[in-house]
């Protein structure tokens, strides 16, 4: 251990910044909170036209907005999942004028249209299924488009009932899994935080046990605390 935690020292001092790189992604990171294979996570392009109210609204506001409203649309066109989130948000407002003197017909859809990334993570077991054509079929829905799609993820129309999540216990629905993965749009760095706060909170309920975030790690404390263990 000694010589480890040493060889890891000189390997660190001696790393450049500009060398060390990360190998995550929001699926991977997804994947690993919930517990299930990467193949469940799938991502999908969506293309939404907005009421004049959301063409006006700040991005997290609307990125909150618009994920409550795909994950409303997807309920009777998916089987059991964890969640769905909002990763990534571009707006096009077209000829929507934003001005506070303006009243316009906050309910009625505008030319403004929210290009979105919507991630969902499926539950373990059989295949997962998604009717993205019945998706499509939703109000204010341009298109849904397959991004990253494993095989084991099925978004053709099905030929039977899906066997949609009953009420309530999608996780995805949940306002604590919105509080803790909705900065996952921040980018990576933004995203591994907000996915360690996932799996602090879902240890803390399985487990029971109270958790302290550790905020750095001191390579010398951490020898010291493995050798009082042994």
Do not use: W
């Amino acid at each position: 251990l000694q010589t480890s935690t040493d060889a890891l020292q000189e390997n660190a001092a001696g790393m450049n910044s500009a060398s060390v790189a990360f190998d995550v992604s929001p699926r991977s990171m997804m994947a690993k909170a919930f517990d299930v294979p990467e193949d469940r996570v799938a991502t999908f392009e969506a293309k939404l036209s907005l009421t004049y109210a959301e063409a006006c609204m700040e991005p997290p506001a609307l990125q909150a907005a618009l994920r409550e409203t795909l994950d409303d649309y997807v309920q009777t066109s998916i089987s059991e999942y964890h969640t769905l989130q909002v990763t990534t948000l571009s707006v096009d407002r077209g000829d929507v004028q934003c001005d506070r003197r303006s009243s316009p017909r906050t309910r009625a859809l505008s030319s403004a249209v929210a290009t979105v990334t919507m991630l969902l993570v499926f539950q373990k077991g059989g295949e997962s299924q998604i009717n993205i054509a019945d998706i499509a079929t939703r109000p204010g829905v341009q298109s849904i488009t397959p991004l990253t799609v494993s095989r084991d993820v099925n978004t053709a129309p099905p030929a039977g009932p899906i066997e949609t999540p009953a009420p309530g216990s999608s996780e995805g629905s949940s306002s604590s899994d919105v509080a803790l993965i909705g900065g996952i749009a921040g980018g990576i760095a933004g995203l591994v935080l907000v996915v360690l706060a996932v799996v602090l909170y879902t240890r803390s309920k399985k487990a029971e046990e109270q958790i302290a975030a550790v905020q750095t790690i001191n390579i010398n404390d951490l020898k010291g605390q493995l050798a009082e263990d042994v």
